[in-house]
Structures are given as C-alpha cells and as structure tokens.
C-alpha cells in the first residue's frame, strides 16, 4: 500500500522546496507525480516523491 504525503510534507522530504514552487510545479507538470482526488486536494505518494528526488542525482565528473 502506498503512503500518501500532503504538499507540506514533500517539502519537509526536500529541503529548501516550498509549497509554493512546488505548486508552480505542478502548474508547470514539472517534479513528482501527483494525485488529485478532489477539486482542492492534492496528494503524493512517498514513493514518487524519493524517485525524483533521486532522479536529480549528479555524479561527478570522471577522473583526467
């Protein structure tokens, strides 16, 4: 079963994320996948939320 995190615990998961760009975000369908069960609600599942945030991982360069 999926855990379900609201907007502010998906900041509190990213630091320096606010609610309000990540619901720039989501006007813009850019970051994790959400859900919207009603109007007013929006939900997103943990699982989605740490999959992009590892999908951001920079490896540095290779060895000269």
Known sequence: M???LSPAQVCELAPGLTESKLKTM???RQG??????TE?????RE??????IES?????????
């Open 26 to 28: 989501r006007y813009r």
């Open 2 to 4: 999926s855990a379900y």
């Open 47 to 52: 699982a989605d939320v740490l999959a992009w």
């Open 40 to 44: 007013k609600t929006v939900l997103y």
């Open 56 to 64: 951001s991982e920079i490896k540095p360069g290779g060895v000269s």
């Open 32 to 37: 994790p996948a959400f859900l919207k069960p």
